[in-house]
């Protein structure tokens, strides 16, 4: 069991647990996530790691309510356990394999769009502790929607806040202040974005623009955590690619985000997870390869 041992609401439906996990927190990395149980018949939920204490053996988790199994998450209390708590799973975010030297003298900027600053967070604070000093962009729809900001101001190079309707920080989306910044001079060698799909494709098609390269996360479209489901299925470039085996981070410039954003409407019903079956043959399963 794996005990709840603080809980806090960030802002409406959205919430923070910190979690003793010994041995996920020993060996996990920025950029990884965990797939949590409530009970032995609960649902699986695959959940990015926000942040890790190696010593004291604790792992923290941010979570939004989306369904029945999140609901009940969140009535979850201090003292509480989950019954499983399974990780670290995926891949280690990239900058985590490069030198610290080469890290060093590359401008890198992060842009967060809402729960995604979650994982945005470990990856920033991560550089932080190397001496790296990266710019990030936090996004949402409005002030009462932003999460983590204090958290993020600690660890960022510079941090820049914008909101949709303007209450507060900038005014706009994420992409603006990133026109505006490199308006006003900066220069990016590398661009990380984690947020809702329809943020990051559009950040992506910015990017590209800019030529700047461009790493996303698409632990948003995970469901199943294991490849098995088939949720996660996305094409990078020429190839299918299973966020939750291969990823979650990918190169933002190949993915196919018109497709992925199509399967996340059709994978909702059981007639289009049937359709997608059928489309996809072997290629619709990452684990088994086949659609029972």
């Known amino acids: 069991m794996y005990k709840i041992l603080n809980k806090r609401e960030l802002t409406t439906n959205i919430y923070l647990m910190d979690v003793e996990a010994k041995r996920v927190a020993k060996s996990c990395q920025p950029g990884q996530f965990v797939i949590v149980r409530m009970d032995s018949e609960g649902e699986r939920i695959p959940l990015t790691i926000c942040d890790y204490d190696r010593e004291k053996g604790i792992i923290t988790i941010v979570f939004q309510i989306v369904g029945a199994a999140t609901k009940m998450m969140a009535n ?28 060093k003298k590359k401008n890198i900027l992060f842009i967060a769009g809402g729960v995604g600053t979650a994982p945005v967070y470990p990856q920033v604070k991560w ?42 920080g900038r005014s706009g989306m994420v992409t603006q202040t990133l026109k505006d910044l490199v308006a006003e001079g900066k220069q990016y060698d590398v661009c990380i974005a984690i947020g809702p799909m329809i943020m990051m494709k559009f950040v992506c098609l910015l990017t590209k623009e800019l030529n700047i390269p461009t790493v996303v996360s698409l632990n948003p479209i995970m469901v199943d955590g294991t490849g098995m489901c088939g949720a996660c299925r996305v094409t990078v470039g020429d190839k299918v690619k299973f966020a939750c085996v291969d990823g979650p981070e990918f190169d933002g410039h190949l993915v196919n985000f018109d497709e992925a954003m199509r399967r996340q409407l059709m994978y909702k019903t059981e007639e289009g997870r049937a359709l997608l079956g059928l489309e996809e043959g072997d290629t619709h399963h990452g684990g088994c390869g086949n659609c029972n």
Do not use: Q, R, W
């Not at 891949?91 to 890290?103: G, N, Q, T």
């Open 76 to 103: 979850l209390k201090e003292g509480d356990a989950f019954h499983d708590f399974v990780g670290p799973l995926g891949c280690a975010s990239e900058l985590v394999a490069e030198d610290i030297e080469e890290l």
């Open 127 to 168: 550089l932080h502790e190397h001496g790296i000093a990266a710019d990030v962009i936090v996004g949402a729809n409005t002030k009462d929607l932003l999460i983590l900001e204090k958290e993020m101001e600690a660890v960022a190079g510079n941090l820049y806040v914008t909101t949709d309707d303007g209450s507060y």
